[in-house]
């Protein structure tokens, strides 16, 4: 085995780890808190619990279909990526022949260049399938949603939030597992250019997906967001407090 073919054998060892690893290590990174998506976990749980002492849940469900609309349109934009990839993976002779004299692409053999391809194809079928399960669990909350007993005691409404936080936290972080392919596929495509690019790639991804979940302005907001929530407990309205005879001062 040549030293460049085992180059790419090492960049392959290193995207398969970055990217199949980033997510339980970004959840044990998340255990000391910091970590955007670990925050925002709790930032949704609370937005169930407000949901289930509201007097009308028609903003929550108006919020959540609009989740549903962008998980719709980047797997509509992930299918036509997979199309496009999968017609010069499978395009035979003419899809090699035109670009295998391109000068910013790697020296390589036709078989190379397929598997470098198929690398890319199940990067964007790997998040096609994460949107296709989020648009799904959203369907399910959704339904929780308008399904919410609207004049139960505080216990009840405490309970169904948090069942309702464990349809919604799973969604929207396939969601997230969607969009987080998208890096991955691009750092997939920058092989066709040679292993060490694709290695720079694979880790400069790696590196914004980090930076961004605990060093990023947004994931600071977040993160007093959750900080804030934490010290203001949920409040019962006063369409319940009337109708359970209970105090204001009730709260879940």
Request: contains cysteine; charged residues 15%.
């Amino acid at each position: 085995m040549s030293p460049s073919q085992l180059f790419d054998l090492f960049s392959v060892a290193v995207f398969a780890f970055c990217w199949l690893l980033y997510e339980p290590m970004l959840k044990r990174l998340g255990e000391g808190g910091g970590v955007l998506n670990t925050d925002m976990t709790v930032i949704r749980r609370r937005w169930m619990q407000e949901m289930a002492v509201r007097e009308i849940a028609l903003l929550d469900g108006q919020l959540l279909g609009h989740a549903i609309n962008s998980a719709s349109f980047f797997a509509s934009s992930n299918l036509i990526l997979i199309a496009a990839a999968a017609g010069v993976l499978f395009g035979g002779d003419n899809a090699w022949k035109s670009v295998e004299g391109l000068a910013v692409l790697a020296k390589t053999t036709p078989v190379m260049f397929q598997i470098k391809l198929g690398l890319v194809l199940v990067a964007l079928a790997r998040g096609l399938l994460d949107f296709i399960w989020a648009i799904r669990q959203m369907n399910y909350c959704l339904a929780a949603i308008g399904a919410a007993p609207m004049w139960a005691p505080a216990a009840v409404l405490a309970e169904y939030a948090e069942a309702a936080g464990g349809i919604l936290n799973p969604a929207l972080s396939a969601f997230n597992a969607g969009v987080r392919a998208y890096y991955f596929a691009l750092a997939a495509a920058v092989w066709l250019l040679g292993p060490l690019p694709f290695l720079v790639a694979t880790l400069g991804a790696m590196m914004l997906l980090l930076w961004r979940q605990r060093r990023s302005r947004a994931s600071m907001a977040v993160r007093k967001v959750r900080q804030i929530l934490e010290r203001q407990p949920v409040v019962h309205g006063p369409h319940l407090v009337r109708q359970n005879g209970a105090p204001p001062e009730d709260r879940i």
